[in-house]
Structures are given as C-alpha cells and as structure tokens.
C-alpha cells in the first residue's frame, strides 16, 4: 500500500476529526469534570470497533458495488452539507454550565464508546470515503488495508480527543468566543468536503 494513498486519507480523516461535534463537546464535558481518559479512550474504542467491522467484510462489499458507493456518498455529501449549513446558522457555544453529572470511570467510557460508535460522521468516513482509498493491486489484502487506514484515523481522533479534552477548561476560561470562532471554520470545512464529495460523483 502506498504512503501517498495514508497520507491523502490522514488528511481527509483530519478534517472530520477536527470538527467539532458530539465527540468534540463530550470530549469538553469531560475535560471540565476531570474524566478525559475513560471519556476519550471509550470514544476512540468506538472508533477502533468501526474499523474491525469494515474490515471484516462490509468495506470490501461496497467496494465492489459501486452504485451502492455513489449512494452512500452522495447521500454522505448531502448531509454535510447541511450539517455545515446548520453548523454555520447557529456555531456552537460551549458553557462551563453545561457540564455532565458526575459519573463512574466505566460510565464515561460507555457514553464515548455509544457516541462515536452512532456518530454519522464514523459511517460516512468507514463506509462512503476509506474503501476509496485502498488500492485493489497492493500486495496487501484489502482487509489489512482497511485496519491500517482505520488506526490512522484512531491515533488522530485520540490526539485530537486528548487534546480538546485537557485543554477544555484553559480555552473556556482564557477564550469564551473560541467556540463560536471553530464551530463556524468547521461549518465552512463540512460544506466544503460535501461539495467536493458530490461534484466527484457527477464527473465521468
């Protein structure tokens, strides 16, 4: 498998991973209740979980159907769109009151584990935009293609994750508008990834 071909995923892969959303604000709620490693290591499991699922055959089943990819893409695209517009009409502003009611360690993990896991954004990113990145001639099977490229994308998400989670309380502190600033680049960044996704299916 190329490196040019993980490396152009990564940096898909980072472009949903830096905008924010439920990860990004369970991420924060955790921060801000001193939980961020059951918090994030649940969410990156979720993420882990994906991974394995595509790479035991339902990633290699729509590779081979390629209308059913084009559906999934498009519809995929569509919604970013409009998750970008909504993103745009009303940015996201974090407050220190909206904090999570304290929990176990175990309990965190589970909540990260369901947010990622029924995030759309994991499904559009394993089933819609990953199969288009391996390669049907590499020496490597696809399956290991697919965790490859899905440990890529794990490993960001938890420096990511981490990274948002600790810094929660210094940004909300220091910088209240911060939120506002970020949830607007990410709704111009989802528009963006929706129309390029969709032009890509209407070129011959």
Known sequence: MAATAIMAFWGVSMLFVITPGADWAYAISAGLRRRP????????SGHAAATIIVAAGIGALVARLPLALAILTIAGALYLVWLGVSTLRQPAIVREGTQLVEASPGRWALKGFGISGLNPKVFLLFLAILPQFTQATSAWPLSLQIVVLGAVHTASCAAVYFAVAFG???????????????SQISGVAMIGIGVFLFVEQLLP
């Open 37 to 44: 490693v059951p918090a994030v290591l649940g969410m990156v």
């Open 168 to 182: 929660a309380n210094a940004v909300l502190a220091s910088r209240p508008s911060a939120a506002r600033v970020v």
